[in-house]
């Protein structure tokens, strides 16, 4: 039973892999354009925004939210745990409204298609040097002065192992909500990992169904300014990780 399972679960990340690749191939010449301009790219997160949807409609994806705060006024960074592709490809048409661009990794640029896509929008991060990392968050300090809100990973990638257990964050969202003086907003990715395990785990699960989300209270720009660095890293990810925490208990040893 449990090799059909891996096999039905192969067959849909091939799936998932045929719509994503269908749909990056029709939504580059409508995004490209809008790409070359500063002035364009808020067009082109609207864009991500209808790939997004389209991706989900056609992977049948839902999405339930346990729970669901107000967001402040932007701009503000966006934190989430990282247990699955799906987090990157979805975040877009869960929190739609305001226009947003990610801080990556750099290895995203050695993937065709979405090299164009994620260097001409979003920041990559080099956090192989420390002079190339201090540069992104350069950029992504003046992106945030431009208005744009920013989304960070920041457990810095999907943990190798015991999934969705969470790793320490990397402190460089919370040094630009300190130094920026803006919001923060959680989010919890309850169960993307079951929906889509890693594709190198070639039968590990995946499978259509419902996306369980919470969008949390936020912090304000009061408390980030009244909060140590460290203080708002914690808080952050104990704010993420409590339902992960009642979920899993065994996870708290």
Not at 54 to 71: E, G
Not at 140 to 146: I, L, P, R, S
Not at 181 to 191: G, H, R
Not at 216 to 239: D, G
Request: glycine residues 4%.
């Amino acid at each position: 039973m449990k090799y059909i399972r891996g096999i039905l679960s192969l067959l849909w990340k091939l799936y998932i892999g045929l719509i994503f690749v269908v749909t990056a191939i029709i939504f580059y010449p409508i995004i490209v354009p809008f790409l070359f301009s500063e002035n364009s790219k808020r067009i082109a997160f609207r864009l991500f925004v209808a790939w997004s949807w389209t991706v989900r409609v056609c992977c049948f994806y839902f999405v339930r939210h346990l729970s669901k705060n107000d967001l402040p006024q932007g701009p503000y960074i966006i934190v989430a745990n990282h247990a699955s592709y799906l987090d990157i490809f979805l975040i877009y048409s869960i929190v739609p409204k305001e226009a947003f661009i990610f801080l990556g990794k750099i290895e995203i640029l050695s993937y065709p298609l979405i090299k164009t896509y994620f260097k001409r929008f979003n920041i990559p991060v080099d956090r192989g040097s420390l002079i190339k990392s201090a540069r992104s968050l350069i950029v992504a300090g003046n992106k945030v002065k431009e208005g744009w809100s920013l989304m960070i990973f920041p457990e810095g990638g999907i943990p190798d192992e015991n999934n969705p257990k969470m790793v320490p964050f990397k402190e460089g969202a919370f040094q630009l909500a300190k130094s920026l003086k803006v919001p923060i907003v959680p989010i919890t990715f309850m169960n993307n990992y079951r929906l889509l395990s890693d594709p190198s785990d070639i039968l590990g699960p995946a499978s259509p169904g419902t996306i369980k989300v919470h969008i949390h209270p936020y912090f304000s720009k009061e408390e980030v300014e009244n909060m140590t660095q460290k203080e708002l890293s914690l808080a952050c990810f104990n704010r993420i990780n409590a339902p992960i925490l009642k979920e899993f208990p065994q996870f708290k040893e």
